[in-house]
């Protein structure tokens, strides 16, 4: 199947979680953020799950470096039944934006999305179909993204073979917490040896963080 090649990439805390039980994001320092724009600056897309536009609220845009690319990477939101708020940052005018929606989504809502610029991609019945998305995006040019989570939407994405590397930068904090976000959450795999297997390729400190950087091997 063609499709784009797919980089995941998060800070996270030594304990793997992503965000805390109050959601809290502030994890990984600036030199880790401005690491995660230079990637941004290199991909054709960023996408990322609903559960995360609405608790974060994020841009994905470049914009903690100086950068000579013209245009922003697209943005992709997964997000099943649009319920993206029509407020929301990742539909503003600095980017293109794509939400993959489910044939459940409200033709409502995906009339007011539209009204905002973005572009709908239809793909599954009532949750996104993800490898209908990849080949999706792949007809739209997109050959590169970075998927930034959440913990839910990267358990799907690697369940379904579709991430191709891992990076991450773990901050020294540990935080626990059951209804914290872990890296991968989901309905997780059931044995070691049905996991997602990785190969380190790279890791270094990088300001108070550790730059881990993994090749998926199956
Ligand atoms: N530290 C970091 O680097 C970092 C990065 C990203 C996010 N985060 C944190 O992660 C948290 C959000 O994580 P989350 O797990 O709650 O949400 P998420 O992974 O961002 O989004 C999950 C949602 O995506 C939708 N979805 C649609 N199709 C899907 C599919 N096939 N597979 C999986 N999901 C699908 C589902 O909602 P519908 O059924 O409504 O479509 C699902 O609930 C936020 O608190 C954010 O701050 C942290």
């Known amino acids: 199947m063609q499709r784009p090649y797919v980089i995941l990439n998060a800070g996270m805390t030594l304990d793997g979680k992503i965000a805390t039980r109050t959601r809290d ?12 724009h230079r990637i ?11 559960g995360t536009v609405l608790d974060d609220d994020p841009r994905l845009t470049v914009h903690r470096i100086e950068s000579e690319r013209e245009r922003n990477p697209t ?5 099943s039944r649009a ?15 794509i939400i993959a929606v489910s044939r459940a989504a409200p033709e409502e809502r995906l ?8 572009s709908i991609v239809v793909c599954g019945e009532s949750r996104v179909d993800l490898p209908c998305l990849m080949r999706e995006l792949y007809e739209r040019g997109i050959r590169s993204l970075l998927l930034e989570g959440g913990g839910t939407l990267n358990f799907s994405m690697l369940r379904h ?14 935080v626990g917490g059951r209804e914290a976000v872990t890296l991968v959450d989901g309905e997780g795999f059931a044995t070691i040896e049905e996991g997602v297997h990785l190969r380190l390729k790279r890791y270094y400190p990088l300001g108070k963080d550790f730059i881990l950087e ?5």
């Open 25 to 36: 994001t502030k994890i990984s320092g600036k030199e880790d953020l401005e690491r995660v």
């Open 111 to 118: 009339r007011v999305l539209r009204e905002r610029g973005a």
């Open 161 to 174: 073979g579709l991430v191709d590397e891992v990076s991450v930068a773990i901050a020294p904090v540990l």
């Open 75 to 79: 943005r992709v939101v997964v997000d």
């Open 83 to 97: 319920r993206t708020p029509p407020g929301a940052r990742v539909l503003s005018e600095e980017a293109p934006t």
């Open 40 to 50: 941004r600056e290199r991909v054709d897309a960023i996408m990322v799950g609903i």
């Open 214 to 218: 993994y090749e998926v091997v199956r």
